[in-house]
């Protein structure tokens, strides 16, 4: 062995070195191409890192736009001109990258003006956002039409995931609600539209229904490719008309058509495993009339950073406004101007204001006022009211009877008897078992002689105590100074006008007038009262029709019938005519309001027959002005209308004409004719110049003083505002020509200055006060009413209840409410609906069981309750408590009285009674609501909760029913929530 290793160490002697070489020759040819590799590598290295931040930048740039989408901040980035959900076409706002528009660059301060532009790694971005119109087999709208088809609710398609599942997939619900508009379109195809992944299961087992029925007059069913999701199209094979759809009934209005399929998830295992947010359309003979779920919008985004774009679908579902619906949430709150000291069915204690407190933590810290709106009612009795008023000239001597002495008044000395004494400046007389003269008081004797050409009425102010009977009656008589007329009745029984007057027979305008009155009352806790008592020339005209002395007619169709006119058709116009046969002078009336004005005591006339009130200017020459006062429908009533200045002339005369066949069965009586300042009453012929002028001039209760405790209060009128004739003169005949009226006014800018000036908090809230206009009455100075606390007006928002025993003064009522509205982002977002008087096709409205409405007719459509339309129950209300609410400004209900209800249906058919912690569901209008220091009204807020009201209902019944007792309804408002939701991109793609 050790010799075979010197062998083998001999013959390697020298290789080392050229070992060395061979590998330095090696490492020569290979060496350049490994240096080149590594330097390939960091450069493609590079590169790929460039390439990942690209891709992070883009992507950043789409979650951006999801945040912006999802917070409802798309019209932020794009102010102008702004976002537009429905324009699907190119976009025109934000910036044009790349030759097209609708891009924006995010920003880190919030102003995305292309200055203030975010830098992602080093890079700037700009995103893409554009809408996409999914309803493959219609042509895409412009924005307006889009818009305005969303936005009506005459075709509304709403759709959701009914929850239902089987083995192979879920179930979807389209609601299509139609109103019937008197078209008659028919139903051509139903579409909808599935992301991608999703498909409609078509298995013998689960077709298309329609309310329950399946449906197989179906031409075809089609599916396309489309936003990278999937179009599916079922096509009638004969248009239809919505009535004729399965379980419609012919009534049905809205029509409401329920259409369910089947779809799933295309993985197998997996199919009812996940939730399609899935658009909805039909469309219909009327190429103009189709719809689409507007509530899901499909969005398209591309982000661009440096060369890389990633593509990316997103769905976001809110609830679109539909009709008259407004963003936010609201504060509903107010107050009584009268409540009762004992009695709760009479409200005799009227307040001057009252006030009411929106609390700071009633509305959010953060939140915007965005409307506020104020609404204010009352009950208008125009007894005690003298429309001749300041125009009238009271005799003097004897002046007016203050009824403070026997002797020492204005008046001659009165004769009183024993049962008459003075009492707190009124003439009092109790009863009891006397005789007639301890029971009369009698004037002195007034010269009446130099007025016997004259028209001279007698007037006084009246009421009585205890409680009187029927066969309880003040009556009055005339002297000529030869004699005693006999008796009149000025009233009977319990709760009488406030004030009388009627004109003295001109053979008792003599030398030796004298006055007599007689209290004809029975038991010693009786009692009447006398005051005010005047003798007074109205300055114009009045005609108490008695005789046709006066008046010219030129046929023989008008007579006198129990002291009135009486007017019989007379076959031809000019065989009617009723004119006043001397001239009036009216010049000076010029620029003064002036009311023609009469009783109509009974009417009868057929379908076009009317009765016709002109005037003339030149005596009679020429005739205008015309007016119908009366026609077919008309009921007994006062009528009133001004008369144009045109006819304010020195020779003045107006004329009644009937427009009726000749018989004796087509008539009219008219009494009282005068022309006078207006009057309190409400005008039975309803001539809007007559209203208007009642509302704003003569009563004034379109204005309030409305104010917060900073000490601004301000006159606040009112923008729109509703009369209602109190309908219950069968009733009681005290009842007839009183009135209510519901006034309201956006305050917004009042508020929000208020805001500005410290007078109330950011977030609106204050202690608000509402008062009365403090004025004496132009018209007639006499009238005004005392406030609880002191103060006095001439303008009364409402009538307080002069006593506790006449039924009209049950009715008396004023009071007012506020709604706030607002936007808060510590609130979920609310959709509103605010049902009032500016609400076209509102009305409002009154119930009293006795006179036979016992529903407010408030949509006006002849029958009780009425429906509410319009709104959207939004997806996800199944699921919540509360969600939805309800808010309702009711007048005038009583705690004492029950069997009063609010009644909601949905569309389903599913109904309940409403109640609340203070108003129980039999009794609900009780004048009992949070935040109220007077009752009178009620502002009472209800929780409308599902089934009740389902997703998709686009309209409820709501009734008011009542047993007993009488309110009116001012206004409702609701709210659902509606909040914004995007789920992830449903599709992805980066190029």
Request: hydrophobic share 35%; net charge negative; with cysteine.
């Amino acid at each position: 062995m050790k010799k075979s290793f010197s062998i083998l160490n001999k013959s390697q002697r020298g290789q080392a070195l050229i070992s060395m070489l061979v590998f330095i020759a090696i490492g020569a040819i290979i060496l350049a191409p490994v240096l080149n590799y590594i330097g390939t590598g960091l450069i493609v290295g590079e590169v790929f890192q460039e390439k990942t931040d690209d891709y992070y930048s883009a992507d950043a740039g789409i979650v951006d736009a999801q945040w912006q989408i999802k917070y409802d901040r798309l019209s932020t980035i794009f102010p102008s001109p702004e976002y537009d959900q429905y324009n699907f076409n190119n976009p025109d706002w934000g910036a044009t990258v790349d030759g097209d528009g609708g891009w924006y660059y995010p920003s880190e301060v919030g102003d995305y003006d292309g200055i203030h532009i975010a830098s992602i790694n080093d890079r700037e971005v700009a995103v893409q956002v554009s809408n996409i119109w999914v309803p493959s087999n219609i042509d895409t709208p412009d924005a307006a039409t889009a818009k305005n088809l969303a936005e009506t609710y005459t075709l509304v398609v709403t759709g959701r995931d009914t929850g239902t599942i089987d083995t192979s997939g879920r179930k979807f619900e389209v609601s299509i609600t139609y109103y019937p508009d008197g078209s008659n379109p028919s139903l051509e195809t139903i579409g909808v539209w599935l992301p991608p992944g999703f498909t409609v299961v078509t298995d013998g087992s689960h077709g298309l229904y329609i309310n329950g029925e399946e449906y197989e007059s179906l031409t075809s069913q089609s599916q396309s490719a489309n936003a990278n999701g999937t179009a599916f199209v079922w096509e009638l094979d004969t248009p239809t008309e919505f009535s004729d759809m399965p379980q419609v009934a012919s009534n049905d209005n809205p029509i409401r058509l329920i259409v369910t399929f089947w779809y799933r998830y295309e993985v197998t295992g997996q199919e009812n495993s996940r939730i399609a947010q899935t658009v909805g359309w039909v469309t219909t003979d009327d190429d103009d009339l189709f719809a689409w779920d507007a509530d899901v919008h499909v969005i398209a985004l591309t982000s661009k950073a440096s060369s890389t774009y990633i593509d990316a679908i997103v769905i976001r579902q809110e609830t679109r406004q539909l009709g008259e619906s407004v963003n936010g949430d609201y504060f509903a709150t107010g107050n009584s101007l009268l409540s009762p000291t004992s009695n709760q069915a009479f409200r005799d204690r009227f307040y001057g204001a009252s006030g009411t407190e929106v609390a700071a933590n009633d509305i959010p810290a953060g939140a915007k006022i965005e409307a506020v709106y104020l609404y204010w009612s009352g009950w208008i009795d125009w007894h005690g009211y003298n429309p001749y008023g300041s125009s009238d000239t009271v005799l003097s001597p004897p002046g007016i009877e203050t009824a403070s002495s026997w002797t020492s008044s204005a008046w001659p000395t009165w004769s009183n008897g024993s049962r008459w004494i003075i009492s707190s400046g009124q003439f009092r007389a109790r009863g009891g078992s006397y005789s007639e003269s301890q029971l009369t008081l009698t004037s002195g004797v007034v010269d009446l002689s130099s007025y016997s050409s004259d028209t001279v009425y007698i007037y006084w102010n009246q009421s009585e105590g205890g409680t009187l009977e029927d066969d309880d009656r003040l009556y009055y008589a005339f002297n000529d100074g030869t004699g005693w007329s006999s008796y009149f009745e000025a009233f009977r029984n319990d709760g009488p006008p406030s004030s009388f007057s009627v004109v003295i027979p001109s053979e008792y305008l003599t030398a030796g007038f004298q006055v007599r009155f007689y209290a004809d009352i029975n038991a010693t806790n009786e009692y009447m009262y006398l005051d005010n008592i005047q003798l007074v020339i109205p300055s114009i005209f009045l005609d108490s029709c008695s005789s046709l002395s006066g008046w010219i007619q030129t046929g023989s169709t008008w007579s006198v019938s129990s002291g009135r006119f009486r007017g019989v058709g007379g076959g031809t116009t000019t065989a009617s005519y009723l004119e006043l046969s001397g001239s009036l002078n009216l010049s000076s009336y010029a620029g003064v309001s002036l009311a023609a004005s009469f009783d109509l005591t009974n009417v009868s006339l057929g379908s076009g027959e009317t009765l016709i009130l002109s005037f003339s200017g030149n005596g009679g020459t020429n005739w205008g002005g015309d007016v119908v006062v009366a026609n077919s429908s008309s009921t007994s009533g006062f009528v009133s209308t001004l008369i144009p200045d045109a006819y304010k002339t020195n020779d003045f005369k107006m004329r009644f004409k009937i427009t009726a066949g000749s018989s004796l069965n087509d008539y009219v009586y008219i009494d009282n004719i005068a022309i006078s300042g207006p009057t309190l009453k409400y005008p039975t012929n309803g001539d809007p110049s007559a209203i208007s002028h009642l509302v704003e001039e003569t009563a004034k209760v379109n204005q309030v003083n409305f104010g917060t405790t900073g000490g601004n209060t301000q006159t606040v009128t009112a923008d729109t505002y509703q009369v209602l004739a109190n309908q219950y003169g069968a009733i009681d005949a005290d009842f007839i020509s009183t009135w209510s009226y519901m006034a309201m006014a956006d305050i917004t800018d009042q508020v929000n200055n208020w805001i500005l000036d410290g007078d109330a908090a950011s977030n609106g809230a204050a202690t608000y006060t509402l008062g009365h206009v403090i004025a004496a009455n132009a018209e007639d100075p006499l009238y005004s009413f005392n406030f609880y606390g002191g103060g006095t007006t001439g303008y009364p928002l409402g009538t307080p209840a002069l006593n506790t025993s006449d039924l009209p003064y049950q009715y008396s009522y004023a009071g007012w409410s506020m709604i706030i509205i607002y936007s808060s982002p510590e609130t979920k977002s609310r959709q509103l609906w605010l049902y009032d008087i500016a609400t076209p096709g509102f009305t409002f409205s009154e119930a009293w069981e006795p006179s036979g409405i016992t529903d407010p007719d408030f949509d006006g459509d002849g029958n009780g309750g009425g429906t509410i339309s319009g709104f959207l129950v939004p997806e996800g209300i199944e699921l919540e408590n509360n969600s939805s609410k309800m808010t309702v400004f009711v007048l005038e209900g009583d705690s004492g009285i029950t069997g009063d209800q609010i009644i909601v249906t949905g569309q389903d058919g599913n109904s309940q009674a409403l109640a609340n912690a203070a108003s129980p569901s039999t009794n609900v209008w009780n004048s009992t609501s949070p935040g109220l220091s007077y009752p009178g009204i009620d502002i009472d807020t209800f929780y409308v909760n599902y089934p009740l009201i389902e997703p998709g209902d686009t309209s409820a019944t709501i009734n008011l029913p009542t047993q007993s007792d009488g309110f009116l309804l001012g206004y409702i408002i609701i709210s659902f929530r509606s909040d914004t939701t995007t789920g992830g991109a449903i599709s992805y793609l980066i190029r």
